[in-house]
């Protein structure tokens, strides 16, 4: 998946009165919106993962672009990762 374009959100005020909103004009989810919704919170959402370093303190993920937070003895750090990269990397502390 690259990218999602819609027109609107809602069936409401749509042009040419067509009904291509995620949602209908009263507000109510329809089944298009439901499947985005799946997709995201369900399928491409990572939950928080515990992982263990090899010896040299590195860790190995796979992860879709954007900010990864990486956790560690109570540090953080916010890693961009781009469209495409094969390795980043980062320093906690």
């Given at each position: 998946m690259a990218a999602i374009t819609y027109w609107g959100l809602t069936d409401d005020g749509m042009w040419l009165n067509a009904p291509g909103g995620l949602v209908r004009a009263d507000g109510t989810p329809k089944p298009s919106y439901e499947a985005l919704r799946?997709?995201?919170?369900?399928?491409?959402?990572?939950a928080p993962t515990t992982l263990r370093t090899d010896a040299a303190g590195r860790i190995s993920v796979t992860a879709f672009a954007?900010?990864?937070r990486v956790t560690h003895a109570g540090r953080e750090a916010v890693v961009p990762v781009a469209a495409g990269a094969s390795a980043v990397g980062a320093v906690v502390g």
């Open positions: 799946r997709l995201i919170r369900e399928e491409w959402r990572l954007g900010d990864v």
